[in-house]
């Protein structure tokens, strides 16, 4: 069954749920990775500080994604990495906004690699 035969609420399912999985693997490899506060809509991830909201309550949008890094004493505090998951105009893919389009998996690889990215510890 392709994402065009799936109802928004399906594809919001999937990806929270991928997301999820993904991101729980990603932890058995790398302690510094910690999962909390999982709820029917959210969940939270951390590493070095930094905290990965993943909320699929946000309005029009399949899933809203929000990296935030911590504040370093003496630097100016960064804005926080956003992404906001839709369909495509063909209702076909899901595409993750200024970012990959494609299958679940694709945008779900696409959000690990970013936080693992961003949250490389700095010396």
């Given at each position: ?7 928004d609420?399906e ?25 909390f ?28 994604v ?13 804005e ?31 959000v690990?690699q ?10």
């Open positions: 069954m392709g994402i065009k035969d799936l109802s609420d594809v919001r399912h999937r990806l929270f749920e991928r997301l999820y999985d993904r991101l729980r693997v990603a932890q058995g490899e790398d302690l510094a990775i910690r999962l506060n999982r709820t029917p809509i959210a969940f939270w991830a951390s590493r070095y500080g930094s905290l990965l909201t993943v909320d699929q309550s946000a309005q029009g949008r399949l899933i809203q929000t990296l935030e890094s911590p504040h370093r004493p003496g630097q100016a505090q960064d926080p990495w956003t992404a906001s998951v839709f369909r495509t105009a063909d209702g076909a893919r899901v595409a993750l906004a200024a970012g990959v389009a494609g299958t679940i998996d694709d945008v779900v690889d696409d690990v970013t936080f693992l990215a961003r949250t490389e510890p700095t010396d």
